[in-house]
């Protein structure tokens, strides 16, 4: 029997101090971000400040004017520390069941999130296991589904909204059906395109052997399918969420990202606004994340991913 070689001491030393390396361009990136950031607010901020200061009596020197900006109570465009410090009030300021925590308001929008999530995976993975095994589903369903996603969410949302309400549907579940509107499709597409993705004399051979559809499908259809499934939930996830924010816009919502994201524009508060922008966009990448964490378990648990194989980019 023959044993595998461990890696060598030095390629494990070279891997380790390589990694470290990788947070130097995601750095420089933010560094350039917040460096345009800083002087957009700066350029439009510029002529209100200067008002500002000739209403108060002081001269709009270029110095005086250019601290001005960086300090407006209600700014065109708030500077990055703005946003920073308005974050750091609605996160720790308050307490997490406090109307005025941006903790609460975020837990709103995830709990509409997930469960819209949950129906459009459901549904996606059960329509495209349709469109694969039944011919007259595809030709019947797919150009509709296709064109479902050419109608604009802002349109679709208080149609929804108002119809669910007269059935005496409110609260949760009619942000959860936008959100399943929009993340349905990309797991439909992605797990088509897997449930196909093994060779015609795979499926030719399992046939041979008397496998049913059904054994086909988790035997054979379903492991090959899901790399693409996890690569539409990523998408699917981060639709979600705009799906959901976009559903409290229109309801006038006291609750979620995007009764917060009302709020600021009905009283002017920019900096509310771009903090609760901010907020909803770690929040999809907390949530890219966790499917991603998903996806590493559950290839590893089905042999598709091998313990110690290194990751792409790795340089190995």
Known sequence: MTREAAPHPSATRSRRVAEPGQAGPVAS???A???AWTLVALVANWSGASDALIRAGEAPETGRIAATTMAMERPVVPAPHQVVA?????????????????????WVTLSATLLGFAIGTALGIALAVAIVHLRSVEASLMPWIVASQTVPILA?????????????????LPKAVIAAYLCFFPVTVGMVKGLNAPDAI????????????AQILSSLRWPAALPYLFASLKIAVA???????VAELPTGAQAGLGARLLAGSYYGQTIQIWAALIAAAVLSALLVRVVGLAEAATLRATGSAPRGRPAAGSGR
């Open 156 to 172: 679709v949302a208080p149609i929804v909204i108002v119809a669910l309400g007269a059935a005496g549907l409110t609260g949760l």
């Open 86 to 106: 308005e974050l750091w009030r609605g996160v720790f300021g308050f307490p997490v069941t406090s109307k005025r925590s941006l903790v609460y308001h975020a």
């Open 202 to 213: 795979h499926r030719d051979l399992m046939r041979t052997y008397s496998a049913s559809k």
């Open 29 to 31: 990136v933010v560094l």
């Open 33 to 35: 971000i917040l460096a």
């Open 239 to 245: 639709a979600s969420l705009v799906g959901t924010i």
